[in-house]
């Protein structure tokens, strides 16, 4: 949200409208409601029943491509946190892109829109350094940790946002299906580690290595 409202700050005649997306039960549309406050234009809520099992990332990326092809103004950039706090799967993003065939860029940690209002351009963080790369649009970006520092919402900001639409939509209306097809048959934590030893010369320790089988 945040960095969809920098751009438009900087680029304030290309970028007409924000939307923002999300699914999940009622509780959901509070939290469009708190991106509304920061700067969005308006919000759609895709609901899920309490009691609904949580969709998977497959049907989350068919939900949101639904909702871009239906928007009728058109769509030229999704902006996307990169992983979810609960499955933590990090795929929604890059199988949207593949839904919609559109280019992509992940762990976006700076977005530049260049002249001409065709291409961006992405810095992305990874395991060696820094990556810069083009993307033509329409595209997806996954966001980083290091993307910006969120504002806070003023008075007169969060006032208005009350105002602002929130549209609710089901499953059912965008034609998806977001009954989970992958089950997670079991979770087990990691076996605890086993405390260390020292050893009075390097012959004892080769020994205890060679004991140990990774020597």
């Given amino acids: 949200v945040e960095e969809a409202v920098r ?51 497959l049907g989350v990326a068919k939900a949101l491509a639904a909702i ?32 919609m065939g559109w280019g992509q860029a992940t762990f976006a940690s700076k977005v530049e829109i260049l002249e001409g209002d065709k291409e961006i351009k992405v810095t992305r963080e990874v395991d060696g350094g820094l990556e810069e790369m083009k993307v033509r649009l329409p595209a997806i970006i996954t ?16 006032m208005k946002a009350k105002k602002k639409k ?13 009954i989970p097809k992958l089950e997670t048959i079991k979770v087990t934590e990691p076996p605890k580690r086993v405390g260390g030893a020292k050893v009075e010369t390097v012959d004892e320790l080769v020994a205890k290595m060679k004991a140990a089988g990774v020597a």
Avoid: F
Avoid at 22 to 51: C, F, M, W
């Fill in 7 to 57: 751009l438009r700050e900087l680029h304030k005649a290309k970028i007409e409208n924000i939307k923002l997306v999300s699914i999940g039960p009622k509780a959901a549309s509070e939290v469009i409601r708190a991106g509304l406050a920061l700067g969005a234009d308006e919000g759609v809520h895709i609901e899920i029943g309490e009691e609904d099992p949580q969709a998977d990332p």
């Fill in 68 to 99: 871009i092809k239906n928007d009728t103004a058109g769509v030229d950039l999704v902006i996307m946190g990169k992983q979810a706090i609960d499955g933590d799967n990090g795929m929604t993003g890059q199988m949207l892109a593949g839904l």
């Fill in 143 to 158: 966001t980083d940790l290091r993307l910006n520092e969120p504002r806070y919402a003023s008075l007169p900001n969060i």
């Fill in 166 to 178: 929130i549209e609710k939509v089901s499953a059912k209306d965008l034609g998806v299906d977001l």
